[in-house]
């Protein structure tokens, strides 16, 4: 398979936990990548791999994997964290494809 | 600090062909650990990978795509292009260029799209 499947919507109260998941076949055999995508810009990484942060992302972001299954964890949700977020790997076929999924728009209450 | 830059028209007619270039500065294109890829957001929708290619030139496409998708790079210039013909009003979309890298990392493998250029909107409309 080659799609990744996120859920459309998840909402957090301020300060709180919440976690988005992604769901593929893909990620049996790759990390998923993270990103964060505010209106009006572009995507940015802010997880990949088992859970690594780039410089500048806050460490209440982070990230794990079991299976099929990856998810992004946002310890303490801030609301500059509303946002869209997509997951995204290498497709499993191994031709060099990359998929994303339909992404997760988060909104803190 | 590595940026990516995209350039084109903003508006392309329908069964024309679309036409952007990305221009990489702060970094080389031409280095071995690194892909160059395109990815599309129509209005209000998600993203979707278009197409990558290596700095010897070696290409990757979406199947989706790939019947009307060209992704070029020449390193004199440190740039890579995409063209996208036969475009209908469904190609509308921000167009984004990105540095891809796949390796190990965490013990598995990983592919990542580290850096990313601000996107730039092309309508297909007549």
């Known amino acids: 398979s080659s799609e990744l499947t996120q859920d459309p919507a998840v909402s957090v109260a301020l300060g709180q936990t919440v976690r988005i998941t992604c769901q593929g076949d893909s990620l049996r055999s790759y990390y998923a990548s993270w990103y964060q995508q505010k209106p009006g810009q572009a995507p940015v990484l802010v997880i990949y791999?088992?859970?690594n942060r780039p410089s500048g992302i806050p460490d209440r972001f982070s990230g794990s994997s079991s299976g099929n299954t990856a998810s992004l964890t946002i310890t303490g949700a801030q609301a500059e964290d509303e946002a869209d977020y997509y997951c995204n790997s290498r497709d499993s076929s191994g031709n060099h494809h990359v998929v994303f999924g339909g992404g997760t728009k988060l909104t803190v209450l | 600090q590595l940026q990516l830059q995209e350039s084109g028209p903003g508006l392309v007619k329908p069964s024309e062909t679309l036409s952007l270039t990305c221009t990489v500065s702060g970094g080389s294109i031409s280095s071995s650990s690194y892909y160059w890829g395109w990815i599309r957001q129509p209005p209000g929708k998600g993203l979707e990978w278009i197409g990558s290619?290596?700095?010897?030139?070696?290409?990757y496409y979406n199947p989706s795509l790939k019947s009307r998708v060209t992704i070029s790079v020449d390193t004199s210039k440190n740039q890579f292009s995409l063209k996208l013909s036969s475009v209908t009003a469904a190609d509308t979309a921000v167009y984004y260029c990105a540095r891809e890298w796949e390796g190990y990392c965490s013990g598995g493998s990983c592919q990542i799209f580290d850096y990313w250029g601000q996107g730039t909107l092309v309508t297909v409309s007549s």
């Open positions: 290619i290596y700095y010897s030139g070696s290409t």
């Open positions: 791999g088992k859970n």
